[in-house]
């Protein structure tokens, strides 16, 4: 299967893990292209800053990776999820891609509100 990788740049560590499991799994895996931030990010300060362009055309680059992807798999450490990767998950969705998450769905089982499916199943 084809995968992105999505979620926060501040979680480079868990994004190369994914990267690894899943690609020892068989699959074929498009994460971000570089891990950078916008100079008014905050909590990201180890991080290359990238200027607005770079940002979109960076962005962009990633939902073409998503529609040349089967699914995604959202890099959601503790929950979190910014804007951007909300935006990505929605994409992901109106493409009609299927939606992992790293973090186990903890709700009654059959009520998850998008039949996603914990990213564990795919390793």
Same mark, same amino acid.
């Given at each position: 299967?084809?995968?992105?990788?999505?979620?926060?740049?501040?979680?480079?560590?868990?994004?190369?893990?994914?990267?690894?499991?899943?690609?020892?799994?068989?699959?074929?895996?498009?994460?971000?292209?570089?891990?950078?931030?916008?100079?008014?990010?905050?909590?990201?300060?180890?991080?290359?800053?990238?200027?607005?362009?770079?940002? $979109? %055309?960076?962005?962009?680059?990633?939902?073409?990776?998503?529609?040349?992807? #089967?699914?995604?798999?959202?890099?959601? +450490?503790?929950?979190?999820?910014?804007?951007?990767?909300?935006?990505?998950?929605?994409?992901?969705?109106?493409?009609?891609?299927?939606?992992?998450? $790293? %973090?186990?769905?903890?709700?009654?089982?059959?009520?998850?509100?998008?039949? #996603?499916?914990?990213?564990?199943?795919? +390793?």
């Amino acid at each position: 299967m084809r995968v992105t990788l999505c979620g926060s740049t501040r979680f480079k560590e868990q994004f190369e893990e994914w990267n690894h499991k899943l690609a020892l799994a068989g699959h074929t895996v498009y994460s971000l292209s570089m891990f950078a931030r916008e100079a008014s990010d905050v909590g990201k300060e180890s991080l290359h800053t990238i200027n607005e362009q770079e940002k $979109i %055309t960076l962005d962009l680059v990633h939902l073409d990776k998503i529609i040349n992807s #089967d699914a995604i798999v959202v890099i959601d +450490v503790e929950g979190y999820t910014g804007f951007s990767t909300k935006r990505e998950i929605q994409w992901a969705r109106m493409q009609n891609k299927k939606v992992f998450w $790293i %973090t186990p769905w903890v709700g009654k089982p059959g009520t998850h509100p998008f039949d #996603d499916v914990w990213a564990g199943t795919l +390793v």
